[in-house]
């Protein structure tokens, strides 16, 4: 399985940016797609997920209501568009990819991860 990930960058307090990760390999439906990030500084945390089966989704809380995870299964990709942009945001986005059905991973389940892909948000 890979995974790559693109779609970071620069972007104002506010603004919008869509994080893109495509997926090759993933021969099973019983996988949970996701997003987590690490900011300098800081440990790494699980942004969003996606059941790749069931399409159930789980949001950090900070990010809920302004980031919204898709998936299509038919591409073997998910998304994150990320509105409302915040400098508390800024941090390296990962895509990864866990094994597991019926509930969303911790950190430590991932079978996967893809390159980081940096956002920044400053004006």
């Known amino acids: 399985v890979q995974l790559q990930a693109s779609g970071g960058g620069l972007a104002q307090p506010g603004g919008t940016l869509r994080l893109s990760c495509a997926a090759s390999?993933?021969?099973?439906?019983?996988?949970?797609l996701g997003w987590l990030r690490q900011a300098p500084g800081k440990e790494r945390e699980g942004v969003a997920w996606?059941?790749?089966?069931?399409?159930?989704?789980k949001y950090l809380e900070a990010v809920k209501g302004r980031f919204t995870i898709s998936s299509d299964n038919s591409k073997d990709a998910v998304y994150l568009q990320m509105n409302s942009l915040q400098p508390e945001d800024t941090a390296m986005y990962y895509c990864?990819?866990?094994?597991?059905?019926?509930?969303?991973?911790?950190?430590?389940?991932?079978?996967?991860w893809g390159r980081g892909t940096l956002v920044t948000v400053s004006s």
């Open positions: 990864a990819a866990a094994a597991v059905d019926g509930y969303f991973p911790e950190e430590d389940e991932v079978n996967y």
């Open positions: 996606i059941s790749r089966r069931e399409g159930t989704t």
């Open positions: 390999g993933l021969t099973s439906p019983y996988y949970v």
